[in-house]
Structure formats: structure tokens, C-alpha cells
């Protein structure tokens, strides 16, 4: 569970350290259903933000399914499993949330979307997902998360 954020070497330094997600979608440390992580004071309209100093660095964990409540630090964050995440030929490739997703799969996919929100996280796309990702059974699996992942928030909404 640990490794998904922060361990083996999965996560970039600079991703985790200077640029932080406004929502994070996570498993329920409650009830394993998917849920969110929303920063408490980014705005709303935002998918990301420096590390601003007049941001606190907390994030408000929300679960629809058991209504299970409460506010987290940062460095809890990695306590959680991420919603977005598929082991693809021995490689994790995770986004923060479907959106994230979404660029990651248009990028991997040959078919990025330069105008996408997420855009600027492309610099942080590892090599090795560009590797494992070169075959179209592997696009599928990433595409086919995305779509299942958009549908779990669609019905709960
Ligand atoms: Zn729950």
C-alpha cells in the first residue's frame, strides 16, 4: 500500500515535493470503496498548485459510500491506495485522479491532448510507462481503467 506513492521508487521527487493535486481519488481506508482527497483551500478550478505557503497542506478525505470523514495531512497521503493505478508488465502507472488519467492514457496512447489540464505533468511521465505502453492489449488495460474509473464517481454522484 505504501509503495504506491512514495516507495520503490514509483513516484518522482518533484512531483511529490513541489506541485501538489488539488484531488486525489483513493480507496476508503474505511470501506475500500473509491473516494476523494480534496485539497482544502486550492481552488476549484485548479488540478494542481505549487507549493504556495498560503495553501495549507491539508486535504479533506470524503467517502459517499460509509461517510467516513476527516481532514489529512500531506504526508498521510501516502498512506492511502490510489484509485488510478494498474501494474502494467511489472510497472505501476498511477494517476492522481481520472483526469490525470485521462492525459496520461491520450499521451501513452499517442494521442495527447496538448490542451489537456494536465499537460504540464508531462515532463513527469516515466520512460519505462512510455516502454510498457507500446503495445495495444496494454493501451487497452489503461483506456478500460480509465473508463471503469470514470463510471465508479458517475453512479455515486
Ligand atoms: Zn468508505
Request: hydrophobic content about 35%; proline content about 2%; overall charge positive.
Amino acid at each position: 500500500m505504501y509503495s504506491s506513492l512514495h516507495g520503490g521508487g514509483q513516484t518522482h521527487i518533484k512531483y511529490a515535493h513541489f506541485y501538489f493535486p488539488r484531488k486525489i481519488e483513493v480507496l476508503c481506508c474505511n470501506c475500500s470503496k473509491p473516494s476523494t482527497l480534496t485539497n482544502i483551500d486550492a481552488p476549484t478550478a485548479v488540478e494542481f498548485f505549487i507549493d504556495i505557503a498560503s495553501y495549507r497542506h491539508e486535504w479533506n478525505f470524503e467517502c459517499n459510500y460509509c461517510l467516513k470523514r476527516k481532514t489529512i495531512e500531506w504526508d498521510d497521503v501516502k498512506n492511502f491506495e490510489l484509485l488510478n493505478k494498474i501494474n502494467i508488465r511489472n510497472e505501476t502507472i498511477w494517476a492522481w485522479n481520472t483526469n490525470h488519467l485521462d492525459y496520461l492514457v491520450s499521451v501513452l496512447s499517442d494521442i495527447e491532448n496538448k490542451n489537456h489540464e494536465w499537460a504540464f505533468y508531462r515532463h513527469y511521465i516515466k520512460k519505462n510507462w512510455f516502454q510498457k505502453t507500446k503495445n495495444k492489449s496494454d493501451r487497452k488495460k489503461l483506456s478500460d481503467l480509465l473508463t471503469t474509473n470514470i463510471n465508479l464517481f458517475k453512479t455515486q454522484s
